[in-house]
């Protein structure tokens, strides 16, 4: 079959083999913000070979949509900048791709070998900048163009997923590429046997097993669930992993984060079993547990809290399915299991007084209405102090309905990963709940929101301060503008970007303004002054 290129009656270059092959791999949205050079050529090349290009605001930001989409397709997400400024302020969306372990290919313009010999405007070593938050970077001449791109393929979808760079010079991106299609990685092996036998004895001779699922296992809640089941054992789940089992299971135990709300029902476990989580994903507290554990993961971590009883390195659905056919029952009751739960959200509970807006209500409102509308909304979360009721409070069914940066916790995140998970799943509602200090660090990208009209509606937990850091500064004295700010008007700076706009600060209020945004099709934000009194109450139940 004749290429794109060929059928629009122009000749092959590299930048229309770069993007034949982000196709062949899956990849189905280009987000970047160009600044000439290979970009041009890379977003032409994209038109014709069909693969829509959206502009973003900010680097950042596009490298955070790519991530979310890549979660949500779960295939490799894409972003094109340009050279020096582009791929600095692209850093921190790499970094985040990094650390939540999302496969994001980092398209660059480069300098040519004439320019190096004179150029020093917007140049450093791109390289080096990135060389320490990606898999794999290469600089392609253009006939090597397919090679390239499938060893950063292979790289980025390897068994610890994440970021990679492709240089792209303007002069290679219109050289005649070489011959050859871009190969999938070959999937990951499945675990041994012999650590799969360690396994299973240590499981069967647990009588209280807990299991602990973490972002590797998304991509295997039906074995997990069934593991769960067979051993009547509950499950906790970190962020990244919230879904994999369903809030409304009785197996639910909650959220894990290496905290302390977690600890009373962790520490009556005899043993351990990690399914797919990433010491990455939980807080920088020493590990609080006695108990012997079963590590199932797709790598052995270079580094981590506990020294596991047994190893299982490899696909971790193929090594949950091997123990689930072993599993007999636990001597875990339900009941004591949805208690501890409850006691759990009982101690994160921070509803607001009177008719003011909590943060917990920020979170039970916007669900409540969205049922009311028929709606199954995926909801994105910014770092913040804002994130303990919108992952303790939003009922999650499947994987990725919450999306979250765990591993780095950048701020500035939510409204970016909800344009770029809205556009991963057309015509489906996304909540991005933020902070005002997150949403501050991204007003562009509502525009972003606009101009594709996405069904996004930003509820921005707004006190004019940042609150977690505030909550952080333990006995310090700062000067009052250290943390706080005078609150912006968020929905006037909405309007004025295309979005509508609201600013609520009572229940009353807040519903009718989550009614009205939830029947808009485009985006909407709503600005509530939140009631934070109950953040430190939080922190201290969450974390200890």
Request: proline share 7%.
């Amino acid at each position: 079959m004749d290429s794109p290129a060929s059928r629009a009656g122009l000749a092959a270059t590299a930048a229309d083999a770069l993007a034949e092959g982000l196709l062949g791999l899956g990849v189905t949205r280009l987000f970047g913000m160009p600044g000439g050079g290979s970009s041009l050529d890379l977003i032409a090349a994209s038109h014709r070979a069909g693969l829509p290009f959206t502009l973003a605001r900010t680097e950042t930001g596009a490298a955070i949509m790519a991530s979310a989409h890549a979660e949500v397709t779960g295939r490799p997400g894409a972003l094109l900048v340009t050279r020096g400024p582009g791929v600095a302020s692209a850093a921190n969306g790499i970094a985040h791709a990094d650390l939540d372990r999302a496969p994001v290919l980092l398209v660059t313009d480069g300098f040519t070998a004439a320019q190096t010999s004179y150029v020093t405007h917007q140049r450093f070593d791109q390289m080096a900048l990135m060389a320490p938050i990606v898999r794999a970077q290469r600089a392609t001449t253009g006939s090597d163009i397919t090679g390239c791109l499938e060893a950063l393929a292979a790289a980025m979808l390897g068994p610890c997923a994440g970021p990679a760079v492709l240089e792209l010079t303007d002069e290679a991106a219109k050289r005649p590429p070489g011959d050859g299609a871009v190969l999938l990685p070959a999937p990951l092996a499945p675990a041994d046997a012999a650590s799969l036998t360690a396994a299973r004895a240590l499981l069967a001779a647990a009588r209280r097993p807990v299991i602990i699922a973490g972002l590797e296992a998304r991509d295997a809640a039906t074995p997990l669930r069934a593991l769960a089941t067979s051993l009547g054992a509950p499950v906790l789940v970190t962020y990244k992993a919230k879904g994999v089992v369903p809030d409304d299971d009785p197996l639910l135990g909650g959220i894990f984060t290496g905290g302390a709300a977690e600890a009373p029902l962790v520490s009556d476990a005899d043993l351990i079993l990690l399914a797919g989580l990433d010491p990455v994903e939980l807080i920088p507290q020493p590990w609080r547990y006695g108990a012997s554990v079963i590590d199932i993961a797709r790598f052995a971590r270079p580094l981590h809290y506990l020294t596991p009883a047994c190893l299982v390195v490899g696909d971790v659905a193929h090594a949950l399915t091997a123990l689930a056919g072993a599993a007999g029952p636990s001597a875990w009751d339900r009941a004591a299991i949805g208690a501890a739960r409850s006691r759990v959200l009982a101690a994160l509970a921070a509803p607001g007084a009177g008719d003011a807006v909590g943060p917990e209500r920020v979170v039970t409102l916007a669900q409540e209405a969205c049922g009311r509308a028929g709606l199954h909304p995926r909801v994105t979360v910014d770092a913040g102090a804002h994130m303990f009721s919108a992952t303790g409070f939003w009922r999650a069914e499947a994987p990725n309905d919450l999306l979250i940066s765990n591993g780095l916790a950048t701020m500035g995140y939510a409204l970016p990963a909800a344009i770029g998970a809205a556009l991963a799943e057309p015509g489906r509602r996304t909540l991005a709940f933020t902070g005002d200090g997150g949403l501050a660090m991204c007003l562009g990208e509502l525009a972003t929101a606009a101009a594709e009209a996405l069904p996004v509606t930003v509820i921005v937990f707004n006190d004019a301060a940042l609150s977690l850091i505030d909550l952080k500064k333990a006995g310090r004295t700062l000067p009052g503008s250290s943390l706080g700010y005078a609150a912006p008007d968020f929905a006037a700076i909405a309007r004025g970007l295309g979005c509508r706009g609201e600013t609520v600060a009572d229940v009353a209020g807040y519903r009718a303004a989550l009614g009205a945004a939830l029947a808009t099709p485009g985006p909407t934000v709503i600005d509530v002054r939140i009631d934070a009194s109950g953040y430190a109450a939080q922190l201290a139940a969450a974390r200890g």
